[in-house]
């Protein structure tokens, strides 16, 4: 799925920026192997770039339950991937996956609350050209 190189950028999200899919698998067992989670992509918006070369733009969709004791019981979050895409001998593969959120509602002790984040730190393309 990920080229061994890939860069992936969640420090919108409060986490970091990892330079390989080894690396970032390791950060998303640190950050979340004992957390439930529901994770949605929807209506990709995909731009061939070359032959051989693409980007999308994901929405997505997420919830995490965390176990008791912890800071957050419930975490649903709303934004973007924004994925480059390479076609490699094993196919198409990613290259970099930044992370915009949108806004997150987190559950803490019983009270729902909200944080909407400005979604600047990651690059925006260009909107998809469709045909007419």
Same mark, same amino acid.
């Given at each position: 799925?990920? +080229?061994?190189?890939?860069?992936?950028?969640?420090?919108?999200?409060?986490?970091g920026? %990892? =330079?390989?899919?080894?690396?970032?698998?390791?950060?998303?067992? !640190?950050?979340?192997?004992?957390? /439930? $989670?529901?994770? #949605?992509?929807?209506?990709?918006?995909?731009?061939? +770039? @070359? /032959? $051989?070369?693409? &980007?999308?733009?994901?929405? !997505?969709e997420?919830?995490?339950?965390?176990?008791?004791?912890?800071?957050? @019981?419930?975490?649903?979050?709303?934004? #973007?991937?924004?994925? %480059?895409h390479?076609? !490699?001998?094993?196919?198409?593969?990613?290259? @970099?996956? $930044?992370?915009?959120?949108?806004? =997150?509602?987190?559950? =803490?002790?019983?009270?729902?609350?909200?944080?909407? +984040? %400005? /979604? !600047?730190?990651?690059?925006?393309?260009?909107?998809?050209? =469709?045909? &007419?």
């Amino acid at each position: 799925m990920f +080229t061994s190189d890939a860069v992936v950028d969640t420090s919108d999200d409060g986490g970091g920026t %990892t =330079r390989s899919a080894s690396e970032s698998l390791e950060m998303l067992r !640190t950050s979340i192997e004992s957390v /439930a $989670t529901v994770h #949605h992509g929807h209506m990709p918006e995909i731009e061939l +770039t @070359s /032959a $051989t070369t693409g &980007r999308a733009v994901w929405a !997505t969709e997420d919830r995490l339950w965390w176990s008791e004791g912890a800071a957050s @019981s419930h975490m649903h979050g709303y934004g #973007h991937y924004h994925d %480059t895409h390479e076609k !490699t001998s094993a196919g198409w593969q990613i290259t @970099s996956m $930044t992370l915009g959120r949108l806004k =997150r509602e987190f559950d =803490r002790a019983g009270q729902m609350k909200s944080k909407s +984040t %400005t /979604a !600047t730190n990651y690059p925006v393309p260009d909107p998809v050209q =469709r045909p &007419r």
